[in-house]
Nanobody, 124 residues
Framework: QVQLVESGGGLVQPGGSLSLSCKVS????????MGWFRQAPGKGREFLAV????????AAADSVKGRFTISRDNDNNTVFLQMNSLKSEDTAVYYC?????????????????WGQGTQVTVSS
């Protein structure tokens, strides 16, 4: 059973930075794609960024491109989301997800395993 555990959320002021981590407890041999999503109150789940391996391909949503960066540490089964220049509209629960299919997937249905989420609140 694959388990994903996010950490690093919290309260930050506008313009600040946070780094989220997602630790995968059991790494599937074919689990090569990791993504980050978020869900704000009253809204659907929004794709943020994805990273694939091998190849190291990545993609990010236009709404966060240039501010958020996804990276991964395969040796430690961890994926990261570095978030800079945070805005109040970035307030949401952030989720990492794992797909068993290779590709820069941007939709929820393409991911099999999900973490429990970590709250990020951007407020002064």
């Amino acid at each position: 059973q694959v388990q994903l555990v996010e950490s690093g959320g919290g309260l930050v002021q506008p313009g600040g930075s946070l780094s989220l981590s997602c630790k995968v407890s059991v790494r599937s041999l074919v689990s090569l794609t990791m993504g980050w999503f978020r869900q704000a109150p009253g809204k659907g789940r929004e794709f943020l960024a994805v990273t694939t391996w091998p190849g190291g391909n990545s993609a990010a949503a236009d709404s966060v491109k240039g501010r958020f960066t996804i990276s991964r540490d395969n040796d430690n089964n961890t994926v990261f989301l570095q978030m800079n220049s945070l805005k109040s509209e970035d307030t949401a629960v952030y989720y990492c997800a794992e797909s068993t299919r290779w590709g820069t997937h941007e939709t929820e249905s393409q991911y099999t395993y999900w973490g429990q989420g970590t709250q990020v609140t951007v407020s002064s």
